[in-house]
């Protein structure tokens, strides 16, 4: 049989980089290099209000939200001219809830997990390689996922660890309360 069945909840968990997360989280890999010739697929279970910190990925992404209330925002480039400068202007949050599909374009900065003070869990779908034409034969390029930490380490031009992580906080920081208002706005905390 040429059918691979894997287990959300019985896959690898996968270590979670503390720069890419703010809060609890738990990752498993349930698809990758070893078991897909194209999707990586994950199961994702964030605690009490956890979101992933701002990034993009090169290919789309899907989202499956399976269990709780989540939220996904994304950021509007076209308003701010840096990451670190954005404002709630620039941020629209959506609700993510359970039995929605939500497509995520590529390159779109965005974030996404549990609602304030909630527990959340999604399984995230996104192709591992894109077919670029070249010259005379189409070459697949193994795709990426930028992460706010190497988007601010390249704003500025440093490899500090301490002040890109004060420079990624404060983003954080901006979210976590535009995430508040917003869940207060559509009363989902008092």
């Not at 078991?35 to 290919?59: C, K, M, P, W």
């Not at 709630?88 to 359970?98: A, G, P, Q, R, T």
Request: proline content about 3%.
């Amino acid at each position: 049989m040429n059918v691979n069945r894997r287990n959300l909840y019985y896959s690898n968990e996968k270590k979670v980089n503390p720069y890419y997360f703010d809060g609890d989280v738990i990752i498993r890999e349930i698809y990758n290099e070893s078991n897909s010739n194209d999707q990586e697929v994950y199961f994702v279970e964030f605690a009490r209000g956890a979101l992933t910190t701002i990034h993009f990925h090169e290919t789309e992404q899907f989202l499956v939200p399976l269990y709780g209330n989540g939220v996904i925002g994304e950021i509007d480039n076209n308003k701010s001219n840096s990451l670190v400068d954005f404002t709630f202007e620039n941020l629209i949050i959506k609700s993510l809830n359970v039995g929605e599909i939500v497509s995520i374009k590529p390159n779109i900065l965005h974030f996404h997990g549990a609602s304030p003070g909630q527990n959340f869990s999604h399984v995230a779908f996104r192709k591992m390689f894109e077919s670029k034409p070249s010259s005379e034969k189409n070459e697949s390029i193994h795709t990426q996922t930028i992460w706010g930490y190497e988007m601010i380490s390249k704003a500025l031009g440093s490899e500090d660890q301490s002040k890109i992580l004060n420079e990624l906080n404060k983003v954080s920081e901006k979210i976590r309360g535009a995430v508040s208002t917003w869940a207060k706005d559509k009363k989902l905390i008092t």
